[in-house]
């Protein structure tokens, strides 16, 4: 079955996300309307409402439980905020569930009345991510419905402290013991075209073979990129892992560290981190391809046991 799939990328079956509509997102989702994405704050109801409707309009479906996409998150006090979950239905739901996710919040307002840009307006952290989960929702929907279901997760108060993700374990809208695998979308839109692919959480899950052998077959590089566990313990997947889920981040953003870094030396929680600021998105694109069909491997139970390996 991963020939199959291979073969279908290489044929062109398989489509890579559009860069346009990755910009298109990103160019929302950061823009100053949205006033940084802080949690519990005007940005954030428009934040929800955009990434909800994005995703009904890729075909996802309501996926909190009661025909709800908002599951609703403690900020302390009280005060609240939301996750948005979406999903694609498996045919055997039985099988298990495969978690996508990536965090919509960001700072806000972040400086003074002073400055002359006081919005921190998280393009690339974390609009880039978003709007990676939305398109790739989009070609999963798209395709042949897979055996597990996929749930599609955007967290919020990842900034604060892995709110969003801690209340989804919590109360998860599946059994927790159901989640076979989560994967992670966190700043993505770094890297060019053709980057070799690096993996945040390589080592740590016995996940990597089927990495591998998809990006193989598909003539994508991947790195022995074990520098970029640095920031393991820095993003959403880490809650998952602490829970005894195999959870990772691929792509071509964590490939080659110095463009990661170079973003996080010049532009990370900084006013410049902007929609119109270089931003390149082809890199995230070509990945599309490469994540849909490690997400289909991983809803497959034919090709990925849910025990953490992959079938030999």
């Known amino acids: 079955m991963l020939a199959l799939l291979a073969a279908m990328l290489a044929s062109g079956s398989v489509p890579e996300i559009d860069p346009a ?3 298109r997102h990103i160019a929302v989702l950061a823009s100053d309307a949205f006033e940084g994405r802080k ?3 005007p940005g954030e109801a428009r934040t929800i409402a955009y990434i909800s409707a994005e995703m009904e309009k890729a075909g996802l479906t309501a996926g909190a439980g009661a025909g709800a996409w908002y599951q609703p998150v403690r900020l302390g006090g009280s005060g609240e905020s939301h996750n948005v979950i979406g999903r694609i239905e498996g045919r055997d739901p039985a099988a298990g569930a495969v978690v996508l996710l990536a965090h919509w919040d960001h700072l806000g307002l972040c400086r003074s009345e002073r400055a002359e840009d006081r919005i921190c307006n998280g393009a690339i952290d974390n609009a ?3 709007a990676e989960l939305i398109e790739l929702g989009r070609l999963l929907a798209a395709a042949p419905r897979p055996v597990r279901t996929i749930i599609f997760l955007a967290t919020t108060g990842e900034e604060s402290g892995m709110r969003g993700v801690h ?4 109360q998860p809208p599946v059994p927790l013991r159901s989640i076979v695998a989560a994967v992670n979308f966190d700043c993505v839109a770094v890297a060019p075209r053709d980057a070799p692919l690096g993996v945040i959480g390589r080592g740590k899950t016995a996940l990597d073979p089927l990495i591998e052998r998809i990006a193989a077959d598909a003539g994508r590089v991947v790195t022995d990129s074990r520098g970029a566990n640095a920031y ?9 892992l602490r829970a ?3 959870a990772v981040m691929v792509g071509g953003a964590y490939g080659d560290l110095r463009w990661l870094r170079s973003f996080m030396s010049t532009r990370y929680h900084r006013p410049n981190d902007e929609s119109g600021r270089l931003l390149d998105v082809a890199g995230a694109a070509q990945d599309g391809a490469f994540l849909s069909l490690f997400a ?3 809803a497959d139970p034919a090709q990925f046991a849910g ?3 992959a079938p030999e």
């Open 21 to 23: 509509a990755l910009h």
């Open 39 to 41: 949690p519990g704050t």
């Open 128 to 130: 880039s991510g978003i």
């Open 167 to 170: 209340a989804f374990l919590r």
């Open 232 to 240: 393991v313990s820095r993003q959403d997947g880490w809650a998952f």
């Open 244 to 246: 005894g889920i195999p």
């Open 296 to 298: 289909r491997a991983l």
């Open 307 to 309: 025990n953490g390996r």
